[in-house]
Each structure stands twice: as C-alpha cells, then as structure tokens.
C-alpha cells in the first residue's frame, strides 16, 4: 500500500525465495499476524524486505532472535510500522538504524527495467573475521545504517561507511545491508 508503483520489494522477497528453493531449502511466506502469532517458533531463519513492518511483528521477530533465530534483513528493513511512520522497533535486533532511507528508482521487471538499472554504490567485504569477504552492488535503494552497540561492521560504502553489520542478539543472529 505504501510503495505504490515500486515492486522493489516483492521482487527482493521472489528472488530470495527462488535462490533458496534452488539450494534445496523450503521456504514459506509467513504474514506478520503469523509472526506476531508465534509461528517463528517452528523456523531457524528469517529473511525480511521492505520498510513497513507492524510494531507487533518487529517485537516479535525480536524475541525470536534472542531465543534462538537468526534474521536477514534488506534496505530499509523495519525502519516505517504500520502507519509508516519512522520506527526503530528493530534496530536493536538487526543491529543498525536506518538513515536517509531513499527509494531512488524501481526493480521493474526482472528481463527488462531491471537489467538496465545502474548501481547506486558499491557495497565491499569491511575485513569481519568469520564473515565471508563478498561484495554486491547497492541497486533501487539507498541508505546509510548507523550500528547499535555490539554490532559488527561486515560491509561498507564507496565512502567507507557501514553498510552491513552482523549483531549477535541473546543465542540469536542478525545480518543488516543497505542492499
């Protein structure tokens, strides 16, 4: 409702989806009343895209990690609730905040306007030990992320700037980029 025209998103959530299938893994869509529900229980891992998420929900997969999960979350991940209004609900359990969130061009379609999209910056390896050294281009969005305390810096911008942080959440984990 919220992205109008802007299939950024959705597509984000497709090609994560089609990438674990294609690894061998089962994945499920799961809406926020499910997560708010306590349905994460039955899972090891969470990939979250897009902006808008429910307070409940942010507080929920929040709990989750602490126990036991482990999260991925895209650009602007958790950074608007419901009402889109600025939220940090998650930050804490991704281990970042999320600044100057800007939606600079749409995804498209994938065999098309996708494929004519220029990169935004160049998001490279910030040298974390134990964290595989892979760079990727930043395409659609763009944003800065400040790390809360205890979050490690995985990635970086043309500018040096964080990009990416890996935050160990009680027994959980949490994986942020601004891609």
């Known amino acids: 409702i919220w992205a109008d025209k802007d299939n950024t998103c959705l597509l984000n959530g ?13 994945a499920d869509f ?22 808008q998420l429910r307070r409940a929900a942010a507080g929920a997969v929040g ?12 650009a602007g991940v ?15 359990t991704v281990g970042a905040r999320s600044l100057e ?10 065999r098309y306007e996708m494929r ?10 910030a040298g974390a030990k134990d964290v595989p050294a892979v760079g990727l281009d930043q395409l659609a969005y763009q944003e800065r992320l400040e790390p809360v305390a205890g ?20 027994r959980g984990a949490a994986i942020r980029v601004s891609a």
């Open 151 to 170: 979050a490690q810096v995985i990635l970086k911008d043309r500018q040096g700037r964080p990009a990416g942080t890996l935050h160990r959440a009680g």
């Open 116 to 125: 004519g999209l220029k990169a935004l910056d160049r998001l490279e390896p």
């Open 14 to 26: 497709s090609f994560t989806h089609w990438a674990l299938a294609h690894a061998g893994y089962d």
């Open 63 to 74: 709990d989750w990690v602490a126990g036991v999960g482990v999260v991925f979350g895209s």
């Open 101 to 110: 969130f800007a939606v600079k061009a749409t995804a498209g379609r994938p």
């Open 78 to 92: 958790g950074s608007r609730d419901e009402y889109n209004r600025s939220a940090d609900v998650l930050a804490k």
């Open 30 to 51: 799961l809406a926020e009343e499910d997560v708010e529900a306590g349905e994460l229980s039955r899972y090891k891992a969470l990939y979250l895209d897009g902006p």
